[in-house]
């Protein structure tokens, strides 16, 4: 596998404030990676960084091995999308409207609209399974509907690399794996290769290929969930305890947090 | 594929009205002449009389209500699309206050003692277009940090507002009452007095801009989604920003140059375009042209009928039956 992005001594700052120090990341081709770590730390400021949402104060990143300050944000456009977090739909908007506006990286001021375009259309809503309701409008959308529509805004545009930032927050339990696994067929399908900002570290553990632990302006772990998640690093990272088991259904780590509440483990004995 | 089926056909029936009122307001006035005889005078027939009243008198201001009508609301289109807030309007970024401020500089410069203008009058389209790109361009300027984000351009675009607001209050009082008079009539928007030579000189200039504007609807799309989609879909962003507000400029900078301040077209008709034909600026741009365009041609027409002998000036009424019909609007849509 080949690394499709990099980063190369890459410092990002808001301000005097060092958000990342220095930072080296090769994003294997054709997998799934999940940035984690605590509030604050950063992950989806290198997340926007790589996006090009967020100028280096030092260092660069590579698309395909070129810098990608020296690419045309259009050329870049064609290659990796980024949804970020919680975007807004101007009032009134179609689905169908919001989705065709992935085809902008496409078009140039001859050829505005062709059947490709129409076509690459219908298949990001067949795909995000917004073809129902394309005609609705963004703003009356479920939040679980609406995040798809981004979504298909993004595989309209037809690129190699999809960048997700927190693509599930504000999602009920069901919907949020809706989303993932989506993005996981989109992955096993058509072999994209998407980047993303996740919370829950299970989930995260659970589609992630590799995982990206980012602490103290720096990344902490990188591999895969099985090899790189411990008791160890959760507390190293998210500074908290915990039990690091295995998914029953999956057989990926799953970490129990310690901590208070009931306990009715003696109750209803150890098969629970 | 920019503009569904639908919407062109509310897009032309907007035309055909926008027509029909052209022809109707160019009938209505002291000598009333029928729809079908102005519409033979366009074309050479009807009486001397009415070959004079139609075109001497009234064609040419109802043109210019016509244009600057499509100006103000395609430039409203354009701003409110860019700074994604449905306040945005020319007004709010300085350029109606430029205007206004040149026009009255222009009024107190060049009057003499006995207070008649010193240079000809054909010049005040000259101040108030002035004054307007200034104030546009040190906006811009002002709120240069790194590019120019939306909000910084809304709130420094407010405070020049009120700057050049306070200096033609100012000159206003300082003057004759006369001079005071005549430039409230301006800043309140007429188009009392247009010549075919002021049609010729705005009707390429906003035409040429008003098409233009139809070319850069792709980019005022994703410049609504924000500008972080719009550079992830490829958009250039600081530079779309750049001529958006470019655009802008040049279509208030011509309305108000023959029209004076007609306040509140450039806010409502994009507003009441986006309910009837949705979002996607592909519709949402000509339509708001029509609306802006049939407005002022009503305003106007209202202004020199109702109050006979008085002539009140068109901006009284862009807002005095704009602003019922946006309020009804607004209303009849809130559950929805």
């Known amino acids: 596998m080949s690394d499709i992005l990099q980063t190369k001594d890459l410092t990002l700052s808001y301000g005097d404030r060092t958000i990342i120090d220095e930072l080296n990341i090769d994003i294997p081709k054709g997998e799934i990676s999940v940035f984690i770590g605590g509030n604050g730390c950063g992950k989806s400021t290198l997340l926007r960084s790589i996006a090009r949402l967020l100028k280096p104060k030092q260092g660069s990143v590579l698309l395909d091995g070129e810098a990608i300050s020296r690419l045309s944000t259009k050329e870049v456009a064609r290659k990796m999308a980024i949804l970020p977090q919680s975007p807004t739909a101007p009032e009134g908007l179609t689905v169908l409207q919001l989705v065709k506006q992935g085809r902008y990286p496409h078009q140039t001021w001859l050829k505005q609209w062709s059947h490709k375009d129409e076509e690459i259309v219908q298949d990001a809503l067949k795909a995000t399974k917004m073809e129902e309701l394309q005609h609705r409008k963004v703003d009356e959308l479920s939040g679980g509907q609406r995040q798809r529509a981004w979504i ?24 949020q794996i809706e989303i993932l696994d989506l993005l996981f067929e989109l992955n096993e399908k058509e072999k994209r290769t998407i980047v993303m900002v996740l919370h829950d570290l299970n989930l995260a553990c659970r589609y992630a290929h590799n995982i990206v632990a980012i602490r103290d302006k720096q990344i902490y772990a990188q591999g895969k969930p099985e090899d790189v998640i411990s008791c160890e690093l959760v507390k ?37 | 594929m920019l503009v569904d089926l639908s919407a062109m056909k509310k897009i032309m029936i907007l035309g055909v009205i926008t027509v029909l009122v052209l022809i109707m307001s160019t009938g209505i006035g002291d000598l009333k002449i029928a729809p079908w005889k102005v519409v033979s005078v366009f074309f050479g027939g009807g009486t001397s009389l009415e070959q004079l009243v139609v075109t001497s008198f009234r064609l040419p201001r109802i043109i210019i209500a016509l244009l600057a009508g499509m100006a103000l609301a395609v430039a409203g289109g354009i701003l409110q699309g860019m700074i994604r807030n449905p306040l945005a309007s020319p007004d709010i970024i300085g350029i109606t206050g430029g205007a206004g401020a040149a026009v009255v500089a222009f009024l107190t410069v060049f009057s003499n003692d006995d207070n008649t203008l010193m240079v000809s009058i054909k010049w005040l389209p000259v101040a108030a277009f002035t004054g307007a790109a200034v104030i546009a ?33 100012l000159l206003m009082i300082l003057g004759p009452i006369y001079r005071a008079s005549q430039a409230n009539i301006w800043i309140t928007g007429t188009v009392n007095g247009s010549d075919w030579q002021d049609v010729w000189i705005l009707l390429p200039w906003s035409l040429v801009f008003i098409l233009l504007s139809f070319f850069i609807t792709r980019q005022l799309n994703i410049q609504e989604l924000g500008e972080e989609i719009a550079t992830s879909v490829g958009g250039n962003v600081q530079r779309q920003r750049f001529l958006l507000l470019l655009m802008s400029t040049a279509l208030v900078g011509g309305a108000v140059a023959f029209a004076g301040g007609i306040g509140f077209v450039g806010l409502m008709a994009p507003h009441m375009a986006r309910r009837m034909v949705g979002s996607s600026f592909g519709a949402l741009l000509p339509t708001a042209a029509f609306i802006g365009g049939i407005l002022v041609m009503v305003a106007d027409l209202i202004g020199r009928t109702l109050f006979l002998p008085l002539e009140v000036p068109a901006g009284v009424f862009t807002a005095a039956i704009g602003a019922p019909y946006f309020i009804y609007l607004l209303f009849k849509t809130r559950n929805s």
């Open chain 2, 137 to 169: 361009f040190l906006v811009y300027f002002l709120a240069w940090r790194k590019g120019v984000s939306p909000v910084r351009l809304v709130l420094i675009g407010i405070g020049i507002s009120a700057l050049t607001q306070a200096l033609t209050t």
């Open chain 1, 152 to 175: 298909a805004l993004t595989l309209a545009q037809d690129t190699d690399i999809i960048l997700l930032d927190e693509p599930t927050t504000y999602l009920d339990m069901t919907h």
């Open chain 1, 236 to 272: 190293n990272v998210f500074d908290m305890d915990c039990q690091v088991s295995r998914d029953p259904l999956f057989g990926t780590p799953l970490c129990i947090p310690f901590g208070k509440g009931r306990c009715i483990l003696n109750a209803v004995g150890e098969t629970g």
